[in-house]
């Protein structure tokens, strides 16, 4: 399906057409002391005015990136990481920006969902009689790219791209395949102004009608709508490469299938199928597949889906409706709102439209905690439940602390994106303003807890001094306890209550600690189990742990098992990981596993997996996110990448070709228990 064109962009062909406009923008900007809207909707005009029509073989929905000027330039300065720069300002500007407002990661907006629905059902001009002067410039230069494309199709004979190109963006899609052109030429524009991490949505929801449509009146097959959708796919991996934050791959553009409407009434469709055929057919990294499930979801759905699973992507991933919006709700989401939730760049929870909430802020590290706790409260604690009054008054701390650091948040005006939202500058806020902070390293700061709990308080066998030593000396000298923490003693995954309550505790406290905090915004501020990049970083911060973990071994991905935990199998860790109350978790972070790529051979272990996956719904688990990997292909990967150019691997909360990661990355994937159903 689409064999040509998928080649063509996994070869990279299409870099040949790229160039930079060598044009300083923020320079001239500055010199002409320009305001912030006039500055992106400037830049963007000459950017679409400098674009080249391109149509790659065998491709049908068009819109190519031929000019990749960075939307950021890292900048390294004595004392920090790096200065986030957006080329319309300079650095000195940028500075006094950043002194100002705290800006969050690179300035632009982020992980907001526009009302695509809309765009489909009015077009372009409708929204340009609403907009302003920067954004009526801004849908004047896209409808003239658009024409000088539709122009060179019908120079090459492409009659039938440019008649679709005579309709939209102009006007609203009257058919599944204008539908998709439209939705390309804005997902096109966003990134062009700026903005990343641009998110598909409810994309069943809101292009389903017109696939609907087209069957119903017999105007398309399933069959030609598949390759239409795959052309479409397509069309989101070209540049895969132009934005990520960490690692390459980590850019966002991630869909969400499945749910319930405004009324609580399941609405998987037929787009939603033919969503997850065309990701297992093309086996690539974009878009990201989620599916919402709940208690009475079909068995026929989570077949379906990890039959995806079982090609490699590390998607589908599943979150829950019954916990997620019972959730929001008590955030104070409004209903019609809470059922209409998406899932972000990662597995963050967001609100199309009307949410403007930042879901990302900050990383609270239980296992630094647990440190510090371990070697300045242990020593002369008498009891745990001591201890333990130590790690919530922390965890209060830090909350706070990274709460209070984010005052006077400022986000770059977007005179296009912005036009399609309700409120008159989302840039500003929306109907929910809240606050999204992860937790990491749970197993680790259970399973060591767990650990002081059994041999100081209750066995009293090991002594504070000789613990502390033990793990200050990253357990060398110490072989025999090492191998007591390591493998013999509680850990999460196990279904073992000694340290799943303890588990429990910790989170409830964290959603505690959140509770009371309040944004500059206004908004509530909402506890996640995502790591992200941060089971590394947070790792380093630092040495050994009281559970064994030795020093530079990274935390367990998001909300999963120590890495070295040696845990029963998969149905004991679900068991393990459903039992607090995650609602109180609302902003998302996923059960991850891990699978040997043999399980999925006979069908047999894709009807395991379905089943498993039911069941982590059942019992109320929030998210699930599921890698199919083999340990011994990914070592020869890193061997011999030019073997394995379009080996996937599950990251955090999105997919990668493993061969681009740093080495970290790489080891951490290797690192992962491999389970089998």
């Known amino acids: 399906m689409k064999e040509q064109l998928r080649s063509y962009i996994l070869g990279k062909q299409h870099f040949q057409f790229r160039k930079s406009s060598g044009i300083d ?55 920090k990481d790096r200065i986030d720069l957006p080329t319309i300002y300079t650095v000195d500007e940028w500075k006094q920006v950043k002194n100002e407002h705290f800006i969050h990661e690179a300035g632009f907006l982020s992980n907001v969902v526009p009302d695509y629905g809309a765009i489909l059902d009015h077009g372009l001009l409708y929204f340009r009689e609403k907009a302003d002067e920067y954004g009526k410039m801004m849908i004047d230069a896209l409808i003239d790219l658009a024409d000088r494309y539709a122009a060179e199709a019908r120079n090459l004979g492409k009659n039938d791209i440019a008649e679709v190109l005579k309709r939209v963006p102009r006007y609203s899609a009257t058919s599944f395949r204008e539908a998709l052109q439209l939705l390309r030429i804005c997902n096109f524009a966003i990134w062009l102004e700026g903005n990343y991490h641009v998110i598909q949505g409810r994309f069943d929801q809101y292009c389903g009608k017109f696939l609907e449509n087209d069957l119903k009146d017999g105007k398309i097959t399933e069959e030609r709508a598949l390759e239409l959708l795959c052309d479409y796919f397509l069309a989101l991996n070209k540049d895969t490469d132009l934005y990520f934050s960490i690692q390459r791959g980590d850019n966002g553009q991630s869909i969400t299938l499945g749910g319930v409407d405004k009324d609580g009434k399941p609405v998987f469709n037929a787009l939603s199928r033919l969503c997850l055929l065309a990701s297992k057919e093309l086996k690539v990294i974009d878009p990201k597949i989620n599916i ?26 599943y979150t829950n409706d019954d916990t997620v919006i019972a959730g929001l709700l008590e955030k104070g989401y409004e209903l019609e709102d809470a059922r209409n939730y998406c899932i972000a760049a ?16 900050g990383a609270l590290s239980f296992a630094k905690i647990v440190d510090n706790v371990f070697h300045n409260v242990l020593p002369t604690a008498q009891s745990f439940d001591e201890l333990f009054a130590a790690i919530e008054g922390l965890v209060n701390k830090e909350s706070r602390a990274i709460v209070e650091r984010i005052q006077n948040l400022w986000f770059i005006p977007s005179p296009f994106y912005g036009l399609f939202f309700p409120v008159p500058d989302i840039s500003k806020g929306g109907k929910y303003n809240n606050l999204g902070m992860h937790g990491t390293g749970i197993s680790t700061a259970s399973d060591s807890l767990a650990a002081i709990k059994k041999y100081v308080f209750d066995e009293k066998s090991i002594s504070p001094a000789e613990y502390i030593a033990a793990v200050d000396a990253n357990f060398v000298g110490y072989d025999d306890l090492l191998a007591k923490l390591r493998y013999n003693s509680p850990k999460m995954g196990n279904d073992d209550d000694f340290v799943d309550s303890i588990a429990i505790r910790l989170m409830d406290c964290f959603s505690k600690a959140l509770k009371p905090l309040r944004s500059c915004r ?28 030795r020093k530079g071994e990274g935390l367990g991905t998001n909300y999963s098992p120590s890495l070295f935990a040696q845990c029963k199998g998969p149905l004991s860790i679900v068991k393990s990981f459903t039992k607090p109350e995650l609602k109180n978790i609302a902003n998302g972070g996923p059960l991850t596993l ?39 292909v990914l070592r020869d990967a890193q061997k011999n990448p030019e073997k394995y150019p379009q080996l996937v691997v599950r990251i955090w909360g999105w997919s990668a070709y493993f061969v681009e990661l740093d080495k970290a990355y790489q080891d951490h994937v290797i690192a992962r228990t491999e389970y089998a159903l």
Not at 45 to 63: G, Q, S, W
Not at 293 to 317: C, M, W
Not at 354 to 361: H, M, P, Q, R, Y
Not at 522 to 540: C, F, I, K, P
């Open 292 to 317: 919402r499930a709940d208690k009475n979801t079909p068995i026929d759905i989570y077949r379906i889906g990890s039959e995806l699973t079982a090609v490699g992507l590390g998607f589908p991933q």
């Open 594 to 632: 891990e699978f040997l790529s043999n399980t999925f051979d006979n069908p047999e272990g894709v009807e395991k997996l379905a089943q498993l996956v039911r069941m982590f719904v059942q019992l109320g688990g929030h998210q699930v996110q599921l890698n199919t990997v083999d340990a011994g």
């Open 346 to 361: 990662c597995w963050e929870i967001i609100v199309p439209i009307v949410g403007a909430d930042v879901i990302n802020v």
């Open 25 to 79: 923008f923020g320079a001239d900007f500055a010199a002409r002391n320009l305001p912030d809207r006039a500055r992106v909707a400037e830049r963007f005009v000459k950017l679409c005015a400098l674009e080249t029509p391109v149509f790659m073989p065998d491709e049908e929905i068009v819109f190519t990136r031929t000019m990749v000027d960075k939307n950021a330039i890292f900048i390294k300065e004595e004392g």
């Open 522 to 549: 206004g908004g509530q501020v909402r506890a996640g189990t995502g790591s992200a990049m941060y089971y590394l970083w947070h790792a380093e911060e630092i040495g050994a742990s009281p559970d064994g973990r």
